[in-house]
């Protein structure tokens, strides 16, 4: 008997697709060969393509469910690297540079990670917001962060930012 798996999150590049099932299987597409697949620890609930030397989406960041990033290479289907920012539900991603050496998480319960190699102890603990981090932006200095119908523009701190128009 075929096992039925529903698509949760998908992400369309220009290479290709990469699709997360509800089996916490991430699936990439590409347009000229043939599909491969890696397992995850949970359930995808957000997906990030991050963009390689070549001008293409070459790795994607998939937050799951129970608080874990996974960092995948497209080319060989493989998780380069794990974090673990705590045990609720990634919200968000946002890429902190071009070259995704530090990416910034949003989190269900409203606490806004920064994790990546480069970033003390891999995971730091930027500041915590009053409900979930729906949406991050970087702008110039500051995090723009989408919360319901509402958006916070904020210091790295987490300290309201003065706006200059």
Not at 78 to 84: M, W
């Amino acid at each position: 008997m075929r096992q039925l798996r529903t698509v949760i999150r998908s992400m369309i590049t220009a290479g290709g697709s990469v699709v997360a099932m509800d089996d916490a299987t991430i699936v990439w597409k590409p347009k000229n060969d043939r599909q491969r697949r890696v397992k995850i620890a949970a359930p995808a609930s957000v997906l990030l393509g991050l963009i390689g030397p070549n001008g293409m989406v070459d790795r994607v960041v998939a937050g799951d469910v129970c608080g874990g990033v996974n960092l995948i290479s497209l080319d060989t289907m493989e998780v380069i690297d794990r974090y673990v920012v705590g045990n609720t539900k990634i919200r968000s991603l946002c890429a902190s540079s071009i070259s995704g050496e530090s990416i910034l998480v949003g989190c269900e319960n409203g606490s806004v990670f920064m994790i990546g190699t480069n970033v003390p102890n891999r995971v730091l603990n930027l500041f915590d917001l009053d409900g979930p981090a729906s949406a991050l932006k970087i702008v110039g200095q500051d995090l723009h962060i989408q919360q319901g119908w509402e958006r916070k523009v904020v210091a790295w701190t987490g300290q309201k930012s003065v706006l200059v128009a």
